[in-house]
């Protein structure tokens, strides 16, 4: 890996209710690239995020700033990549804004309350 890739995957394959649903993909991002992963229905863009979140098990490698991260959980990996699905109903579940940001805060043992109102204020 180049020391300026700070995303890179290497041959990651995913299975999914029972057949392969990504194949040896692998690609790379570099620091300050934005990337977007086009496809149509089915040809397992959201799976293939997925995996690379730890949501989903998978075969191959993902590093990020060159350091495999293919044994953190879920939580560890969230401190560094977001991932947001397409599905609103996801994320949604509390009445409000300020309690939807507690929430995240509260996730992450992030006790000081006032960075929601810095968040908010932007």
Known sequence: MRPEERLNVKDVTVKYAGIIAVKNVGFSIKKGE???LIGPNGAG???LLKAIMGLLDYKGNVFLDGK???KLNVKNRAQYIGYLSQNPNDYITKDTVYDELLFTLNNFNIG???IID???KN
């Open 34 to 36: 934005i990337a977007a």
């Open 45 to 47: 863009k959201s799976t």
């Open 68 to 70: 495999t991260i293919n």
């Open 112 to 114: 000081n309350k006032e």
């Open 118 to 120: 810095e968040i908010l």
